[in-house]
């Protein structure tokens, strides 16, 4: 990989809080900060390697739970090799398999051009636009030094296009990590994480490399860079197949990372942080075989959080009296993998899998352009008889587990909801309000009152822009007391992505253990019992009303809370299931709840006699004839 080559797609978000959000952000770094303390009070107390054993069990089970576990599948690879390139002292073959039926997986490998047998590299790819041909310099010098080496591309890189459109020549959804995460958001839906999916590559790219004639099956490693990194992590972890392992530009911890960078869907586990995991973790799980972090002075990941990992995984390799086979090296430059990263990676190889037997030293490989080391006739999967997505894999799941009746949707909703069950203080400085929503977390609202007397009907308005709507205004005309509010996290200036939306603040709140749907509901629940607790209101005629997304925090709060008379709601999506039926969704991360798909639907939410719908959406905000008690806007209006 030459230091030159950019990175297309960033496998994290680097950009700063919005001014909206500095506070809610803040808030559930301090919840984060508690549960690492716990972690790390844990993990000292672990000085023997029979308490290290059991710890490393756990660790074990627990991210399994977290992904939904593996996919259950057995079945052939049926690899095939469609083409091979012949360079100076190394061979790069073209090969496709089948990680699940008919999901293709391209890669190449790249062999030594010499009879014997060889041990081997696996090479998952970070976040690069045209995926396996960025690695080709690092893949070719492991060939070179006597190494056979698979490298493959992800889903939504190089020629695994998800959504792909032969009219676009691409993605219906651009990025490859704005593919990751609109997998994302389903896969949680349904009580999985998208990283299973990544992981289960990884294995069968795995079965396939050992499955190579040329191999030393049980002289194994893996390395690569930033999203690379992270599945290097993973199926190093989870795999006993891989023997030595060097993740680049990912190891880091979540004291350092919460607030700052954060990854897409496969490299955000919900409640990851809530089970009392970190990073570090998967070394610790891998411990005590060679392990090597490496690290640049100027990633957007920070660089002192990789220092907390590593001085912790040191110590837990010290149970076992193997400080030498954990390492942490720094390169110069910024997120990727320089020249003393490079060789340093080559020499963690060598000595662990060869003996310590060649050089470190780089040499020159003739890069080759894309297209020279595509695999199939077009460039994309896609196009292959039968080939299916990840979307479609997920889709499929959901269609076999969705249960035919329900479980108990209202105790569910108030475990996670909790509603309060008194006014919260109010500081008021005119219309302006603000409250303490949760302890030391204040949100904001706006209080119109009528000039007559009262006890008059109410409306809670739920607003998500910071703006006092024109529909407030004319409800308090009419003689409504109104409270606007704004729930936490909110009003927010994101994104530059056009489909996943304000996902941070989700997959944040799912690091914690918490919902962010469930937790801008109880917000709602504070404003009720705000105006509940009014003189000049009649708590029997408190009404709530909401648009688009923010309809299904209301209709969570409404579902806990029969106080609330009457709920109106407009272009609000009207069913998890639509998000299925086309996986292309607009902010579907700022509605999912864990699993919930698998019980429920949304018009389970609130029964019929309060709720108005007026007006229901699909997941791209276009209003669609749906069956149900529904009401459309005349075109005229």
């Known amino acids: 990989m030459t230091k030159t080559l950019a990175l297309f797609l960033i496998a994290v978000c680097c950009q700063a ?36 054993a059991k710890r490393q069990e756990y660790v074990r089970a627990k991210i399994l739970e977290l992904i939904g576990g593996l996919p259950d599948y057995k079945g052939p690879l049926n690899a095939r090799k469609t083409g091979e390139i012949r360079q100076p002292g190394f061979v790069i073959e073209k090969i496709i398999f089948e990680s699940l039926p008919h999901v293709f997986v391209t890669a190449n490998l790249y062999r030594p051009d010499r009879a014997g047998k060889f041990p081997g590299v696996l090479l998952p790819l970070g976040h690069w636009e045209y995926g396996k041909p960025a690695v080709q310099q690092i893949a070719g010098n492991f060939a070179l030094k ?16 998800q959504l792909y459109d032969r009219r676009l020549g691409g993605s219906l959804a651009n990025q490859g990590t704005e593919q990751h995460l609109l997998a994302g958001g389903l896969s949680v839906l349904i009580g999985q994480s998208f990283a299973r999916y990544r992981i289960w ?19 194994i490693g893996c390395t690569g860079c930033s999203g690379g990194g992270t599945i290097t992590t993973y199926i190093s972890a989870l795999d006993a197949r891989i023997k030595v392992a060097a993740p680049a530009c990912y190891i880091n911890s ?53 220092r907390i990992a590593f001085e912790e995984a040191r110590r837990w390799y010290g149970v076992y009296a193997a400080e030498d086979k954990i390492k942490w090296v720094v390169g110069p430059g910024g997120h990727g993998t320089p020249l003393v990263v490079r060789e340093a990676i080559y020499e963690w190889m060598i000595r662990w899998l060869k003996g310590g037997e060649g050089s470190a030293a780089e040499q020159d490989v003739p890069l080759l352009p894309e297209n020279a080391l595509q695999v199939t006739p077009t460039g994309q999967v896609a196009d292959l008889p039968g080939s299916r997505e990840v979307y479609d894999v997920i889709r499929e799941d959901y269609q076999k587990r969705k249960p035919t009746g329900h479980a108990d949707l209202v105790t ?16 008021a400085e005119g219309q302006a309000i603000s409250f303490e929503t949760e302890p030391r977390l204040q949100i904001n609202g706006t209080l ?12 809670i308005i739920v607003d998500t822009q910071g703006q006092v709507p024109q529909r407030a205004l004319d409800l308090a005309e009419q ?35 918490r919902n962010l749907p469930a937790m801008r509901a109880h917000d709602i629940l504070n404003a009720f019992q705000i105006l509940k607790s009014r003189p000049d209101v009649d708590p029997s005629r408190i009404g709530a009303e909401a648009s688009g997304i923010a309809g299904i925090w209301l209709m969570m709060a409404a579902a806990v809370e029969p106080g609330i008379a009457r709920v109106t709601v407009r272009k609000t999506p009207s069913s998890f299931e639509r998000a299925f ?27 019929a006699e309060r709720l108005s719908w007026v007006d229901p959406t699909d997941w791209l905000g276009h209003v669609m004839p749906s069956k149900g008690k529904y009401t459309y806007t005349p075109a005229a209006q």
């Open 581 to 607: 039926e086309n996986p292309l969704t607009r902010d579907l991360h700022s509605a999912v709840i864990r699993g919930f798909a698998l019980k429920w639907d949304l018009a389970d939410l609130v029964e």
């Open 479 to 513: 003689g409504n007391v109104v409270l606007v509010v704004v729930p936490r996290g909110l009003p927010s200036n994101v994104t530059s992505r056009a489909y996943s939306g304000d996902w941070l603040p989700n997959v944040r709140s799912w690091f914690i253990g």
């Open 254 to 306: 979540f004291r350092k990372l919460f607030s700052g960078p954060v990854g897409d869907s496969e490299q955000s586990l919900p409640n990851f942080l809530a089970a009392g995991l970190d990073l570090a973790d998967y070394i610790e799980l891998f411990a005590p075989k060679p392990w090597l972090i490496s690290s640049t002075r100027d990633d957007f990941f920070p660089l002192e959080g990789a």
């Open 146 to 161: 006597g190494f056979v080496v698979l490298t493959y591309d992800p889903f939504g890189q190089g020629e695994r296009q």
């Open 448 to 459: 119109l009152v009528p000039k007559t007397q009262g006890p008059h009907p109410a409306v």
């Open 201 to 219: 590559d990884a294995k069968r790219a795995l079965d396939y490399l050992v499955s190579r004639p040329e191999m030393l099956a049980d002289r």
């Open 17 to 52: 809080a919005e001014p909206g959000t500095d506070s809610f952000l803040r808030w559930l770094d301090g919840i984060a900060q508690k549960q690492l303390d716990v972690r790390e009070a844990g993990i000292q107390a672990i000085r023997d390697p029979g308490a290290a």
């Open 412 to 427: 569910m909703l108030r475990e996670l909801v909790d509603p309060p069950h008194a006014a919260p203080p109010v500081h």
